[in-house]
């Protein structure tokens, strides 16, 4: 099927299940500890090994020497497979760091090596008796000094953008800013750590693991290890978090396979926490300088936003300009993504990746302007807000926006107007209290997605995709839009996800999972409508399915009486969408208290107005946005990979050195979305939300809390030692 024009009418504007709060359907697995995650799955091969990766000591050279003789005499030891031993793993499309790469080091933690034993200790016992001389040479470990002839990004052409004359109106503006904000490298923190178990069956290899995007796994592996791409299967039904982190294949599913060739047997490998940092990807680390102009009735006349990131391969930073062109209005307009090679581990995709950090800056920016014009931040961003086209580029519309709205919605609601626009002068107590708000943009893209539908004698229907489910809610929704679609109840709709084997789906990721994957369904159970028509001599499409029948003028059928049928299907996107930017909109408004004395930073509110066109299960959704929050709100108050810069490693490599935040440390949350729908995206006209919520939020407390106390820190994490000796007095 192909969306070729925006969608009219259709069964999901009356529907009487997708759209509908319904509790997960995974839910009872996983709070009852069924729901088998990937190092868990202890039934699906016989005889499993465990493998113990050995991460590089150094940062950037060459391995001298390994000896491995010790290990190999340890008790339990089946195989071992060295980075002296064994050729350079070839690569992929979807990483930038070598996953094994011989005797060549890359980054700190790199795989040099797996030991396979009989049990998870024997294997962790024997990796230490591994004695490995290196070559150390001198790497590049810091972006501040590394950024001066960083050349422009090379993904495509958002990298660079200039409209008008920038520096002449910027010049002439006559309220300006001209600020630079920093970003730490952060990390994923998955709960879940990559964990695979390999088993191999003479050329065919079967992967169960954790992973976002089977398709892109599957390819990967076969890319990596240099074989077909059909003698390889990925599984991966359940995700315990991702983020991002698990798009793409890690080293514990290529030493997980290298290690069962080795042993001849299947092997485990749940990676160790500080692998995680190292090994894994991050976000990466931005330097980014806001410059805008305005008139003094608040018209943004130039904006300028300028982004230094750095990768090791110097590929794929983190675009923190995304947002930029999408948000404001602005006659006179830089854009410029810069990067620079650094020889950190790999940096790739977190949630929302560029806007995420972008927003930090840009939203920061904004409110910095407000004051410098005495406007109240709110209006400020109402009165320039885009509308009809995209801002710089007259001939992209922009398909659905209600910003305003969000806006006005949400200062409405959150008591806006009580807020004191004087930093520094609200109190209760001990406690500097302070308000902040920010927009939000993050794109709604869609990808085309398959899946297969099988109905049974009984008339239950069975829904197969290799579409993923992250925490995100999948299986629900994609029951939900089976259900509506067949006119079943929700109970006689089975899910089955994360098997390669099933048709290719969107997968998890770029918050287009859930628009792109329910579109696939519901294309699967068109055609599947439409045998049961042919089947039962009706028009289906013409036909209302409703109560497990298709009634049609005046006739109705039982449509389990066409007995056993399966239908694919693919949902694919006509070019009609490539004059149309979709994206999703959020008004995000944050309280915090700070202590007086000693500068402790609570977030007490927050809210967020989304518009992302039709919410499928809106009580997913709401936790899709609350948990992004949370995320975000860690982003501004204390997540900060700490490097090494004499030796190239995350110092806080584990979940005691690197904090992350719970939704406990914020008492109220609440998430409101508007009632909108977009034709342009897809037959749902769903855009998704799983990464608008962390778009914004974390600039509306870094506001809240220079409302409280009137010092601005532009280096995030706002942590107290950057603003503790300039605090208010406290009597």
Known sequence: MEFNAPAGQNLFDRAKIVGKSTPRIDGPLKVTGTAPYAAERHGVAANQAYGWIVGSAIAKGRIRSMDLDAARRAPGVIAIVAATEHEPVGTSDYNYAPLFGGNEVSHYHQAIAVVVAETFEQARSAAGLIGTEYDRVDGSFDLASSKDGAPLASEGGSDFAKLGKFEEAFAAAPVKVDETYTTPDESHAMMEPFATIAAWDGPDLTLWTSNQMIHWGKQAMASILGMPEENVRVDSPFIGGGFGGKLFVRADAVMAALGAKAANRPVKIAMQRPLMFNNGTHRHATIQRLRIGAERDGRITAIAHQNWSGNITQKEGENGTLQTPKLYAGANRLIENRIAQLDLPEGNAMRAPGEAAGHLALEVAMDELAEKLAMDPVELRILNDASGTVPGDPDTKISDRHLVRCLREGAERFGWSKRNAVPGQQRDGRWLTGMGVAAGYRAGPTTKSAARVRMSADGHVTVETDMTDIGTGSYTIIAQTAAETMGLPLESVTVKLGDSSFP????????????????????????????????????????????????????????????????????????????????????????????????????????????????????????????????????????????????????????????????????????????????????????????????????????????????????????????????????
Not at 520 to 529: H, K, P
Not at 570 to 579: L, V
Request: aromatic share 8%.
């Open 504 to 731: 290719v789906s969107s997968g998890s990721g770029g918050q287009w999972g859930a628009a792109s994957s329910t579109a696939g369904v519901y294309a699967a159970c068109v055609n599947l409508r439409r045998m049961i028509g042919e089947k039962l001599n009706f028009d289906a499409d013409a036909a209302n399915f409703a109560d497990g029948r298709a009634t049609l003028d005046n006739q109705s059928w039982r449509i389990a009486d066409a007995g056993e049928l399966t239908a694919d299907g693919e949902m694919n996107y006509g070019d009609f969408k490539d004059g149309y930017d979709v994206g999703t909109y959020a008004g995000h408004f944050a309280e915090v208290r700070v202590d007086a004395y000693t500068g402790e930073t609570h977030v007490t509110r927050m809210l967020a107005v989304c518009d992302a066109g039709r919410i499928l299960n809106p009580l997913s959704a709401r936790s899709q946005v609350i948990g992004g929050m949370v995320m975000a709100a860690g982003a501004t108050l204390m997540e900060d990979l700490h490097v090494d810069k004499r030796f190239g490693f995350f110092v806080n490599h584990d979940l005691a050195g690197y904090e992350v935040p719970v939704h406990a440390d914020i008492p109220h949350q609440e998430c409101i979305f508007l009632d909108t729908l977009d034709p342009v995206i897809s037959p749902m006209k769903a855009k998704g939300v799983g990464e608008l919520g962390i778009c914004g939020p974390g600039a509306a407390v870094a506001n809240a809390i220079y409302n409280a106390i009137g010092v601005r820190v532009r280096e995030y994490p706002v942590t107290l030692d950057k603003y503790l000796d300039r605090l208010p007095p406290a009597a």
